[in-house]
């Protein structure tokens, strides 16, 4: 079994794009931003010790995004290699529309590429809302760098299940890491050399100061299992996901303990591919 970190940073940037609606205080966020310090110069302290191992399989998912008007958010980082990396990323303010037109007409064309968008899918997923996001990386220290990219958020509902799903497209450059022998299995579906790959992940979502049980050690080490910190409380998620990329463009289209089953989604990823009279072009 492997586990595709390519889904695993896609699925924060999700989580980046849903923390507008956070609203956390200044001191709260110094609270947090105090403790991740600690918790990561704990994790170099580990990986230091483990250099010499051939095999690193110590992997704490850390991190921390800061969102438009001062939002904080749960979310992970990889650091698969000993080495800290991570996204910072916030929603672009004023981008957020609910007109399917306004995407095409006035958002895609703020990107450094052209997505392949989609009001309606055909098992009744219908477009609901979308926004633009910057996001730029982290080096080891957490500081950013002077590159940003610009990124879609798109997210559907099923009128008839009330069940929604995001879609996020970005151009942002990908490493990636040795994968961890525990996550669960990744289905692939390949078509016309476009590589569709599915996961189901669970997330165990814990407040800040959360100490790690034996059992999450475990399962965190193996790759079973994300943490992200910054939750009220503990809750448990399985984090349901397709990633792609067409000319170096990187889909991933994402959802929260759906109904669907694995080929539904990969059916709907097909939807977004391009089509030959689009490829001839």
Not at 76 to 94: D, E, M, P, R
Not at 214 to 229: M, T
Not at 246 to 264: C, M, P, Q, R, T
Request: proline residues 4%.
């Amino acid at each position: 079994m492997k586990h595709d970190p390519m889904l695993d940073r896609e699925i924060k940037k999700v989580l980046h794009s849903r923390a507008d609606s956070l609203d956390v205080s200044a001191g709260a966020e110094s609270r947090i931003l105090a403790e991740i310090n600690k918790m990561q110069n704990e994790m170099q302290e580990k990986t230091r010790i483990k250099e010499n191992r051939k095999m690193k399989k110590f992997s704490v998912k850390l991190g921390v995004t800061v969102c438009a008007l001062v939002c904080l958010s749960c979310v992970t980082a990889l650091a698969a290699t000993g080495i800290i990396k991570g996204w910072v990323s916030h929603n672009i303010v004023g981008t957020e529309t609910g007109d399917f037109t306004k995407v095409v007409e006035e958002l895609a064309p703020e990107l450094e590429f052209q997505p392949i968008l989609l009001e309606e899918f055909s098992n009744g997923f219908t477009f609901e809302q979308a926004h633009l996001y910057s996001s730029s990386a982290l080096d080891e220290n957490n500081e950013p760098s002077d590159k940003k990219y610009t990124g879609l958020d798109m997210r559907y509902v099923n009128g008839e299940t009330d069940e929604t799903v995001n879609l996020s497209y970005n151009n942002e450059p990908f490493a990636a890491a040795e994968p961890l022998p525990g996550a669960p299995d990744i289905i692939t579906r390949v078509v016309d050399d476009v590589v569709l790959s599915y996961q189901a992940m669970p997330y165990k979502f814990v407040p800040v100061g959360y100490e790690l049980t034996e059992e999450d050690q475990a399962a965190l080490e193996s790759g079973a299992v994300e943490i992200s910190y910054g939750s009220d409380a503990v809750a448990e998620m399985t984090a349901c996901g397709v990633n792609w990329v067409v000319d170096g463009v990187s889909y991933y289209l994402f959802g929260w303990d759906l109904e669907l089953s694995a080929d539904d989604m990969l059916n709907m990823a097909e939807e977004l591919l391009p089509k030959e009279d689009e490829a001839a072009e």
